[in-house]
């Protein structure tokens, strides 16, 4: 069988959020599989509002169909899963949006989990997206920045820690979920602190990507033999 080759959406247009989730994802498929990535160029710098998802549609939809028999599925790198309903619509290969593949991971693994968004402006959606997989009653709580403090303190990796310690405090999580990607050794620098398990949403979706293609491929074979 050949090498699987999967290719990861970054739906907004930021290249350093690209050349980072390439960095992250390609250390994930070391050994594993081939993995490309590409950013949407007409999409928004980032993806946090209904507004954003739309906007970022259509640059996404050309990046499927001109990889059309190419890649053998697809991550989209945005914890959102942004038009990833819709993608599926163009494509016979996998497509795996990063939030669903790591709220579906975190709970498979059987215990008390939380979502830890970037801020209280993403929470309304991801409280939508987690009712949708019929998860409604799991905690999510939004990323604290320090009133007052300077940038370092408030560094997207310190803002996550803070939701993530307050959802263990308060919600009594044992499993973190963060709504971000594109942050290197994010999950370990919150295991280290807190002493949960982190799920990483890239790792989740580009796993489950290259299983289902493999699946695929297995099954396609067995009906010819």
Same mark, same amino acid.
Do not use: W
């Given at each position: 069988?050949?090498?699987?080759?999967?290719?990861?959406?970054?739906?907004?247009?930021?290249?350093?959020?690209?050349?980072?989730?390439?960095?992250?994802?390609?250390?994930?498929?070391?050994?594993?599989?081939?993995?490309?990535?590409?950013?949407?160029?007409?999409?928004?710098?980032?993806?946090?509002?209904?507004?954003?998802?739309?906007?970022?549609?259509?640059?996404?939809?050309?990046?499927?169909? #001109? @990889? &059309?028999?190419?890649? =053998? $599925?697809?991550? !989209?790198?945005?914890?959102?899963?942004?038009?990833? *309903?819709? /993608?599926? +619509?163009?494509?016979?290969?996998?497509?795996?949006?990063?939030?669903?593949?790591?709220?579906?991971?975190?709970?498979?693994?059987?215990?008390?989990?939380?979502?830890?968004?970037?801020?209280?402006?993403?929470?309304?959606?991801?409280?939508?997206?987690?009712?949708?997989?019929?998860?409604?009653?799991?905690?999510?709580?939004?990323?604290?920045?320090?009133?007052?403090?300077?940038?370092?303190?408030?560094?997207?990796?310190?803002?996550?820690?803070?939701?993530? #310690? @307050? &959802?263990?405090?308060? =919600? $009594?999580?044992? !499993?973190?979920?963060?709504?971000?990607?594109?942050? *290197?050794? /994010?999950? +370990?620098?919150?295991?280290?602190?807190?002493?949960?398990?982190?799920?990483?949403?890239?790792?989740?979706?580009?796993?489950?990507?290259?299983?289902?293609?493999?699946?695929?491929?297995?099954?396609?074979?067995?009906?010819?033999?």
């Amino acid at each position: 069988m050949a090498e699987i080759k999967i290719l990861v959406i970054n739906p907004n247009s930021t290249a350093a959020a690209t050349e980072g989730i390439l960095t992250a994802a390609r250390g994930y498929a070391a050994g594993h599989f081939q993995v490309d990535a590409l950013g949407n160029a007409d999409g928004p710098d980032f993806i946090d509002t209904d507004e954003d998802r739309i906007a970022a549609a259509p640059g996404m939809r050309r990046i499927v169909e #001109q @990889t &059309a028999g190419q890649y =053998d $599925g697809y991550v !989209v790198a945005c914890h959102c899963d942004p038009n990833v *309903p819709a /993608l599926r +619509r163009l494509t016979d290969r996998p497509v795996v949006g990063i939030g669903e593949a790591s709220i579906r991971m975190a709970a498979l693994l059987g215990r008390p989990f939380a979502v830890v968004t970037t801020g209280e402006a993403s929470l309304p959606h991801k409280r939508r997206q987690l009712a949708a997989l019929g998860l409604d009653a799991v905690p999510c709580r939004p990323g604290v920045a320090i009133e007052g403090a300077g940038e370092a303190e408030n560094s997207m990796y310190l803002r996550l820690l803070r939701g993530a #310690q @307050t &959802a263990v405090e308060q =919600d $009594g999580a044992q !499993v973190i979920v963060p709504a971000i990607t594109g942050f *290197p050794g /994010l999950d +370990r620098f919150i295991e280290e602190r807190l002493c949960v398990s982190v799920v990483d949403g890239l790792a989740c979706a580009l796993f489950l990507c290259r299983d289902l293609s493999e699946y695929a491929e297995q099954k396609k074979r067995k009906e010819k033999g």
